[in-house]
T-cell receptor, first 116, second 112 residues
Framework: GAVVSQHPSWVICKSGTSVKIECRSLDFQATTMFWYRQFPKQSLMLMATSNEGSKATYEQGVEKDKFLINHASLTLSTLTVTSAHPEDSSFYIC????????????FGPGTRLLVL | EDQVTQSPEALRLQEGESSSLNCSYTVSGLRGLFWYRQDPGKGPEFLFTLYSAGEEKEKERLKATLTKKESFLHITAPKPEDSATYLCAVSSRKDSGYALNFGKGTSLLVTP
């Protein structure tokens, strides 16, 4: 149980294009989903928290107009990197918290983004 | 400010050589301490959640313990497949609610 999927697993795009990443909780409902970014050899950095049916809350320093987050249902959240640039290249990971309570977050497998 | 510090940064063990990883934390109102395992190029895999001092949890060769200031992840008779980065996190208060605050991790290498 507690499986989270992400799609795509990796993507290469040209500078200036937009990229959408999907995060799904497969066997549970998640009222809250989280988006993280991880640079090589570093730990996870929280980008934003999204609650189903409401606007995402972004961490300080994260541009909300560049990283658009939509949490349309209890099992799906999307992250769109708009007008991507090489500095946006990174490993993006989502997580989901079960609506039945408790604080444990279950993570997806991650999406590797390379912007040329 | 909530803080999580993991030590050592890296650890190399021989197969069968037991050891412990440390996670020291300061948090205002602990809502949970979490251990995850992360393999290269993959998302973190959930291992344990501990909620109160004195609590212990076990899974195969891993055992996690919690005190009021730190947590230990004990690895008994490790195998090469236990090689990974082990991440510790605490649930911290954010503007959006509660989110995980991660340590930098301990990179474990188990050699045959």
């Amino acid at each position: 149980g507690a499986v989270v999927s992400q799609h795509p697993s990796w993507v290469i795009c040209k500078s200036g294009t937009s990229v959408k990443i999907e995060c799904r909780s497969l066997d549970f409902q998640a009222t809250t989903m989280f988006w993280y970014r991880q640079f090589p050899k570093q730990s996870l950095m929280l980008m934003a928290t999204s609650n189903e049916g409401s606007k995402a809350t972004y961490e300080q320093g994260v541009e909300k107009d560049k990283f658009l987050i939509n949490h349309a249902s209890l099992t799906l959240s999307t992250l769109t990197v708009t007008s991507a640039h090489p500095e946006d290249s990174s490993f993006y990971i989502c997580s989901a918290r079960d609506r039945r309570g408790k604080e444990t977050q279950y993570f997806g497998p991650g999406t590797r983004l390379l912007v040329l | 400010e909530d803080q999580v510090t993991q030590s050592p940064e890296a650890l190399r063990l021989q197969e069968g050589e037991s050891s412990s990883l440390n996670c020291s934390y300061t948090v205002s109102g602990l809502r949970g301490l979490f251990w995850y395992r992360q393999d290269p190029g993959k998302g973190p895999e959930f291992l344990f959640t501990l909620y109160s001092a004195g609590e212990e949890k076990e899974k195969e060769r891993l055992k996690a313990t919690l005190t009021k200031k730190e947590s230990f992840l004990h690895i008994t008779a490790p195998k090469p497949e236990d090689s990974a980065t082990y991440l510790c996190a605490v649930s911290s208060r954010k503007d959006s609610g509660y989110a995980l605050n991660f340590g930098k991790g301990t990179s474990l290498l188990v050699t045959p």
